[in-house]
């Protein structure tokens, strides 16, 4: 290895590359390679990027979203509806809601999903500080936006039956389960159809 | 896009990341979101090792290698035979041959290949550095190691036509063709089939 790159520098960037997730070394390789080519500025913009995002990004006191100040831009937008919470398991699922365009309320991101395989339990995740923002009051939605996995399903129940407990009146929904838009019957699974055939909607012109 | 993310520094790095070489948008955020999630310190490593990297390394002054020093560790190295140079289209090339472990002398890197399309001539190469190093003496055979491509063989021609007119009494060898080792013969190209059989060794036991 020692003999495989003429420089440590070299050896340390590869190794650093690598680091990231489904890089292997041939990869990192590829990555500094390439860098070395481009003028030198490319690299430090690339580094002190990364160096910068890591230590400069906060977590939202309310959302816990990714910020850079204390409240993320989405709860301190005084067009957003902040009676209306959505639960997301992470940053990048408040992403791709905010990419339809459609929600115009307000996230609170558990930061991972209940999990006794993985050891993960309720008091590592942000569900307490969800119970506490339901207490405040002005919320009268949270929507249940966790994907639909065994671990989603588990994390659903146990906020549901906690906030049905603190809060009687709110109203706790989760994400319609259905045909995916653009699919064929026959490659729905069964198990999204029966749950469609059961939560069947009006039919719209 | 502004709305995608909730953080500039976000944004930034994930423009940053999305310039290294078959990384789109998508994997640079994957990126991102997992120096985020792990300690600090290994974001700010990466970013370090990245500008470290660029800004320390530079070419070999005799065969072009990245190298820490004036001279890099192979050209440096009283091991070596210094009176044999593999000419090869770049640093990762040299690294390849390195890691047979059967190559005992000196290197040369060319930077590139000669490529009329791509508007390559040969002076933005280390051609005439080659052609120097040759003139200086000491040098009894030139390996001309540079892939099986159009370019490559141009580029052979070139330094050989060269070579030969300056230097009459240099050997100018160049990698064998033939039948990759572990390759049954029916995976094998015509062409390369053809030079297996014009080039044929005799057998050894």
């Given at each position: 290895m020692e003999q495989e790159f003429s420089s440590t520098l070299l050896e340390n960037a590869v190794t650093s590359l690598s680091r990231?997730?489904?890089?292997?070394r041939k990869t990192a390789l590829r990555f500094a390679l390439h860098l070395l080519r481009r003028p030198a500025e490319e690299a430090n913009t690339i580094g002190q990027a990364i160096i910068d995002m890591r230590n400069g990004i906060r977590y939202c006191r309310?959302?816990?979203?990714?910020?850079?100040?204390?409240?993320c831009p989405i709860c301190a937008s005084p067009r957003r509806q902040p009676s209306t919470v959505c639960v997301v398991e992470n940053v990048k699922d408040v992403m791709i809601i905010e990419n339809t365009g459609q929600y115009f309320g307000l996230y609170h991101v558990l930061g991972g999903l209940i999990s006794p395989v993985d050891g993960i339990g309720p008091d590592m995740l942000e569900i307490a500080s969800l119970a506490a923002r339901v207490a405040e009051?002005?919320?009268?939605e949270v929507i249940l936006a966790t994907g639909a996995t065994v671990e989603a399903d588990t994390t659903n129940f146990y906020i549901y039956r906690m906030l049905s407990r603190t809060a009687p009146d709110l109203k706790i929904t989760q994400l319609a389960r259905g045909?995916?838009?653009?699919?064929?019957l026959e490659y729905t699974d069964e198990a999204t159809l029966a749950r469609s055939i059961a939560g069947r909607t009006p039919f719209e012109i």
């Open positions: 990231l997730p489904g890089v292997g309310l959302c816990h979203n990714i910020s850079e100040e204390e409240l009051g002005g919320i009268d045909v995916s838009v653009g699919n064929e």
